[in-house]
């Protein structure tokens, strides 16, 4: 069973500073992550992809990956109380049925004001 | 551009009925991909379609059926509902097999 691991959370931070959101995943061969945002009663918004090792930078959101530790991370700079909402890591797995993009339980974010 | 839509938003259902539910993919898009959530729950894949064929499929019973169209719409359809197929119903476009993927605003199935 391929898997997506997150911390549930909440994770609470205050305004103006930094939150760090983590992903660990099982298969070994998935090349392509992504984190997703999510409003409460809302669907999912992509946030960033990211597919080669290292960072990726937009905006206030920083993408990290380390295909070696198999291990994904978000970094929110300057956290604003809007960024407050459910974030979702996924990763695409490739098997023989085809293709699926395989998600965590989300980690929820609270940033207070 | 128009983006992914999905009708109907809700609807409410009684155990052991069929449902339907329908996605129309972002302009340009040729994959659709089904997931279902739970509360509290990330997204679930359910099934994705590519140029109309199954181009994979996750742990649901064969009562999960799809179609998708030669305009890259698509269906979902549960039949024999139970209650644990209470969820948000989403589905998600991408202009090719493991692209990145957009939501539709989901259908909410609520089933008595």
């Known amino acids: 069973q391929k898997e997506v691991e997150q911390n549930s959370g909440p994770l609470s931070v205050p305004e103006g500073a930094i939150a760090s959101l983590n992903c660990t995943y099982s298969?070994?061969?998935?090349?392509?992550f992504f984190w997703y945002r999510q409003y409460s009663g809302k669907s999912p918004e992509l946030i960033m992809s990211?597919?080669?090792?290292g960072d990726k930078e937009d905006g206030r959101f920083t993408a990290q990956l380390n295909k070696a530790s198999q291990y994904v991370s978000l970094l929110i700079r300057d956290s604003q109380p809007s960024d407050s909402a459910t974030y979702l890591c996924?990763?695409?797995?490739?098997?023989?049925?085809?293709?699926?993009?395989?998600f965590g339980k989300g980690t929820t974010l609270s940033v207070s004001s | 551009e128009t983006g992914v839509t999905q009708s109907p938003t809700h609807l409410i259902k009684t155990r052991g009925q069929q449902v339907t539910l329908r996605c129309s993919s972002q302009?340009?898009?040729?994959?659709v991909s089904w997931y279902q959530q739970a509360l509290g729950q990330g997204p679930q894949f359910i099934f994705q379609?590519?140029?109309?064929?199954?181009?994979g499929r996750g742990n649901f019973p064969p009562r999960f059926s799809g179609l998708q169209f030669p305009n890259y719409s698509s269906e979902l359809n549960v039949n024999a509902l139970e209650l644990d197929d209470s969820a948000l119903y989403l589905c998600?476009?991408?202009?090719?097999?493991?692209?990145?993927?957009?939501f539709g605003p989901g259908t909410r199935l609520l089933v008595l």
């Open positions: 379609y590519y140029r109309e064929e199954e181009n």
């Open positions: 302009s340009g898009h040729n994959t």
């Open positions: 998600a476009s991408s202009d090719s097999v493991g692209e990145t993927q957009y």
């Open positions: 996924a990763v695409n797995i490739y098997d023989q049925a085809g293709t699926a993009l395989i």
């Open positions: 990211i597919y080669s090792n």
């Open positions: 298969d070994r061969v998935s090349q392509s």
